[in-house]
């Protein structure tokens, strides 16, 4: 028999059976919309999949982008350093470019796997980056070299342009004028050479050709051509040159500059002042005045053996104009001749005969001047500072002849340095500015 309890606890388990399965009921629509979702966000991961395992080599390619657009970065700028004559640290970006993207060369200019673009620039770039990165890897310079003070330059220079064939070349910039005008390039050799000869001149300017030399390292290499500089040497040292094996130079350009010689491009000037007494007033017999004298002395000296010498009280600004030519018309302008002898400078002076005013045509003896005819002899000593080189002449020995009714009288004058200060080189530029001639 069947308690009350347990009908209870059937008819609640009927409720609630019957409530699940209304529940269940209920809830069949929301479970189809959730499939429905679930199926949509599966196809879309589907259609996702691919990229998200492409995503590693995407990363990859944009770091290879990112080192290569480091390289040529790089590269392009030692092209820029190279074209503004910094070959070195050029090389040391080239250098760093390639361990960056080995070939970075050709993918700069294209050369390798395309076409180069239309740029007059990347004919002459593609060409001077193949063949210096040649040279570098052959020459195997070091990043860290920096000084060049102890370095050949002329020796460098020629290895690296060995390969080119070339020493200089028409600027990119210049293409366009190709067609109208005429590049230095263009020349022979042996025309640039003699060019050269007439910027050297027969004055020795050698200062215009240290300036050409400046230039480029086709300029560099031309001025350093040891014809040229052996015509100076001879020019200079005449006969006493001797043979270059047996002077403790390398070169001829060495002898030129590290052996005594004259400067030419100037004048050597010494200011001379002293006190002197002057007479006694007729007026005040207690007073007496003293004079204050000065007076400049120039010497000015050219490469064929020729000296001019001027004494007067005038300032160099109005007296170094009057030496310019070489034959000069003014009497007080006395001309010469001087040799050199290791350091010491030997000249002979002679005066020069006062201009006779016209006469009518007929034979009269012209008579001599009152101080005859006379000849001044001197020695100077050239000597160098720190800073110029054989900017001063020093006094040695200064001697007069004089020659008068067949009688010769000399006088040795005393050498002070109150009287006879030591002659300091002045540069003028207006000696140099034409050429008379060619080197010979």
Known sequence: MDSPSSDAGKEDDDESSSSSSSGSEATTPKRSELDDFRERWQQELKREQPVTANAPVATTTVEHDSIEHQARTLFQQGSDLE????????MRLYRRATQLVPDIEFRVYDIKHAKPKEDPTNDKNARLVEGLMERMMEANIDEDEENLENVDLALRFQTLMARSGKLFERASGDRKLIVTTAHFSDLPMELILYILRWVV???LDMKSLERFASVCRGFYLLARDPEIWRHACMRIWGVNLGVLKGTPFSSWR????????????????SRTSYLRS????????????IQLVEYYRYFRFFADGKVLMLTTAD?????VVK?????????EILRGHYRLHDDV??????????????RPSRKVRDPEPEYGQQTFLMELQIVSTAKRPFSQLHWKQYTMVQQRNNQEKTTQFELTSTKYPPLYFSRVKSYHLESEGPLK
């Open 323 to 331: 030496l310019k030519p070489r034959c000069p018309t003014q009497n």
């Open 83 to 90: 074209r503004s004559g910094k070959v070195f640290e050029a």
């Open 254 to 269: 060495e002898m030129y500059i590290s052996r005594p010689r004259i400067l030419f491009h100037g004048c050597y000037i």
């Open 315 to 319: 300032e160099p600004q109005q007296c």
């Open 278 to 289: 002057g007479e006694n007033s007729f007026q005040d017999q207690f007073y007496r005045p």
């Open 201 to 203: 001149s027969n004055d």
């Open 345 to 358: 400078v030997i000249v002979a002076i002679q005066r020069n005969r006062p201009t006779a005013p016209a």
